[in-house]
């Protein structure tokens, strides 16, 4: 119970200091343009990256000796559950510390965690793709056990975990590395119409074309019937014009 309210009253803190800077650095121009950007999705304040990168190193610094495994996950869900969307990365900043990876990589459940902080309090692709590559990519290269629960992302109902499925694998696309596992995923993804696990599917395939560009090609051929026209330009994006052409077009061979 004591551990439990010091918790509550670090983040309590925590929350008051973001909260404060935030309404200090609120840009009402730039909020408007960055709603704007994000189709309304959620309201902004107007802060930039690096300030926001500025506010998590202060955190840190006057926290750091305080963090558990559970502080910062849940630290992390309070600003993640937030309507606005500099809230939700710094909740994404946070987790993805590097000290802070090595505490929460090291509970067993994490994984599950951040999958449920997905379907719960994401709801654009920014805060989805900044948890995949900044938080869950650093978890399975540190411990490549968790891979497999990653994977199972590919097959939920929700749009943002399958995207986040697909982004989490972006750094080994690029080099070649678990390729079965993305053509696995993706494969279950590709079933989804929707734009943004499309496209996640498309720029998975497209870094892993750099390395196993005639695999990527088969790959779109046997499955063409699945991409959307926007979810295949992405998957095509890095090959030659010619080859673009050609799987553009693909699908109105005769026969």
């Known amino acids: 119970m004591v551990h439990r309210k010091l918790q509550m009253n670090t983040q309590s803190k925590i929350a008051r200091f973001l909260d404060r800077e935030c309404k200090r650095l609120r840009d009402p121009s730039l909020a408007y343009q960055m709603a704007n950007y994000f189709k309304q999705v959620h309201p902004f304040y107007g802060i930039k990256s690096v300030e926001l990168r500025y506010m998590i190193r202060r955190v840190q610094d006057k926290h750091r000796n305080e963090w558990t495994a559970s502080l910062l996950l ?16 710094l909740g994404v ?35 989805c793709d900044g948890l995949a ?6 978890l399975i290269a540190a411990k490549p056990e968790y891979i497999p629960q990653v994977k199972q992302w590919c097959r939920s109902s929700n749009d943002w975990k399958q995207r986040a499925s697909c ?39 497209r870094e892993l074309s750099i390395s196993e560009e005639d695999v990527v090609v088969q790959f779109i051929k046997n499955n063409y019937s699945k991409f959307t026209r926007e979810g295949l330009r992405y998957a095509i994006e890095k090959m030659k014009h010619c080859l673009r052409k050609e799987l553009l077009d693909y699908g109105k061979r005769p026969g």
């Open 167 to 205: 982004v989490s694998f972006l750094s080994y696309a690029r080099k070649g590395a678990q390729r079965d596992s993305i053509l696995d995923i993706v494969t279950h993804v590709i079933n989804n119409s929707s734009r943004f696990p499309q496209l996640g599917a498309g720029w998975v395939l």
């Open 93 to 127: 900043y946070l987790l993805g510390v590097p000290f802070n990876l090595k505490i929460i990589q090291e509970d067993s459940r994490v994984l599950q965690t951040i999958g449920d902080f997905i379907v719960n309090h994401v709801n654009d692709w920014a805060t």
């Open 133 to 138: 590559s900044q938080v869950v990519r650093h």
């Open 74 to 89: 849940n630290t992390a869900e309070m600003l993640l559950s937030e309507q606005h969307g500099e809230k939700k990365m």
